[in-house]
Nanobody, 124 residues
Framework: QVQLVESGGGLVQAGGSLRLSCAAS????????MGWFRQAPGKEREFVAT????????DYADSVKGRFTISRDTAKNTVYLQMNSLKPEDTAIYYC?????????????????WGQGTQVTVSS
């Protein structure tokens, strides 16, 4: 079993930046891909970004391309989401997820482990 713990959310003004972290523990050898999803009030949880376990390949939702960067620290078993030029529409709970499927993995159903989520609020 894999445990995921997110941190780094908060309140920021439009145009600002935040960095989310996701620490993985447990059976991390079973992880092939990691991802970030987000869920705004009244909306479905949506894909944001994904990275392979070695950190060499990434993919993003069109809505965040050029503004968000996903990366990982192999030694720390941690995945990051650097969010720049934040917009009010980025406001959501952000979830970290781990998958046993090989990259690229962008579908919610393909991720078997999830963190508890961290709130990101962008004010206008």
């Amino acid at each position: 079993q894999v445990q995921l713990v997110e941190s780094g959310g908060g309140l920021v003004q439009a145009g600002g930046s935040l960095r989310l972290s996701c620490a993985a523990s447990g059976r991390t050898f079973s992880i092939y891909s990691m991802g970030w999803f987000r869920q705004a009030p009244g909306k479905e949880r949506e894909f944001v970004a994904t990275i392979n376990w070695s950190g060499t390949s990434t993919d993003y939702a069109d809505s965040v391309k050029g503004r968000f960067t996903i990366s990982r620290d192999t030694a720390k078993n941690t995945v990051y989401l650097q969010m720049n030029s934040l917009k009010p529409e980025d406001t959501a709970i952000y979830y970290c997820a781990a998958s046993r499927k090989r990259y690229p993995v962008t579908t919610r159903a393909d991720f078997g482990s999830w963190g508890q989520g961290t709130q990101v609020t962008v004010s206008s």
